[in-house]
């Protein structure tokens, strides 16, 4: 597959496959019960007050290999930092490459998403994580 035509392009090198995406943690309060005379309509004032965070994790599915980041949000430039940050703490270059399998949510796909030599894209339809793949 995939892993295959980057071992044939880089010979000499690593190649790892491995999958990213991004999940939002966090709270959306909602006012759940209000008191009102009997006979009156509910009528609840709501400040909505969103309080979340983004999760953004890197599995190696062959070994169960982690990493990821806490972040305030997420964009194209915010992921570029994350792809070099990745990059830099598993010592990524010209003799270890990886296939990322990420989803086509708008960040990875931008034109301005960098994705450096050392990263090989495969991109997949599902973003359910309910798919069972076999990478082996």
Not at 1 to 15: C, G, H
Not at 52 to 78: C, M, Q, R
């Amino acid at each position: 597959m995939e892993v295959e035509q980057l071992k044939a392009t880089y010979p000499d090198a690593e190649i790892q496959l491995w999958c990213e995406n991004e999940q939002c943690l966090g709270l959306k309060p909602i006012i759940r019960q209000i008191y009102i005379p009997e006979g009156e309509t509910a009528i609840a004032n709501v400040n909505w007050r969103y309080k979340w965070l983004w999760l953004y994790a890197f599995v190696h599915p062959k070994t169960g290999e982690s990493d990821w980041w806490i972040l305030p949000f997420v964009n194209t430039e915010l992921f570029n930092q994350v792809l070099a940050d990745f990059a830099r703490e598993f010592g990524l270059g010209a003799d270890k490459h990886i296939l990322l399998v990420v989803d086509q949510a708008g960040w990875h796909t931008s034109r301005d998403a960098i994705y450096f030599d050392i990263f090989a894209l495969s991109f997949t339809r599902i973003t359910t994580g309910r798919k069972i793949v076999d990478f082996s």
